[in-house]
Nanobody, 119 residues
Framework: QVQLVESGGGLVQAGGSLRLSCAAS????????MAWYRQTPENPRELVAR???????NYSNSVRGRFTISRNKARNTVYLQMNNLKPDDTAVYSC?????????????WGKGTPVTVSS
């Protein structure tokens, strides 16, 4: 199993920045990719950014150019640097790890960290 713990959320004014962290523990050697998702009460969970085992990244159109996902392999930690934040970025941000177990994979989730962007 893999445990994920997020940190770094909070309240920020529009135009400001935050950096989220997600620390993974457990069977981290089998992690194939890690990602950040976000969700609000009004909207379904959406993918924000993903980084694969080989370092490939992809972003949602709404954050591309403003957010950057990165990782520290030695610390089993993934980061989401969020710049030029907008009120529409307000959500609970959750970390996801896709772990391979032979021919199958399992998704693990953190509990989430709230981000509030005031106008």
């Amino acid at each position: 199993q893999v445990q994920l713990v997020e940190s770094g959320g909070g309240l920020v004014q529009a135009g400001g920045s935050l950096r989220l962290s997600c620390a993974a523990s457990g069977r981290t050697a089998n992690i194939a990719a890690m990602a950040w998702y976000r969700q609000t009460p009004e909207n379904p969970r959406e993918l924000v950014a993903r980084i694969t085992l080989v370092g490939s990244t992809n972003y949602s159109n709404s954050v591309r150019g403003r957010f950057t996902i990165s990782r520290n392999k030695a610390r089993n930690t993934v980061y989401l640097q969020m710049n030029n934040l907008k009120p529409d970025d307000t959500a609970v941000y959750s970390c996801n790890a896709k772990v391979n177990y032979g021919p199958t994979s399992v998704d693990y989730w953190g509990k989430g960290t709230p981000v509030t962007v005031s106008s």
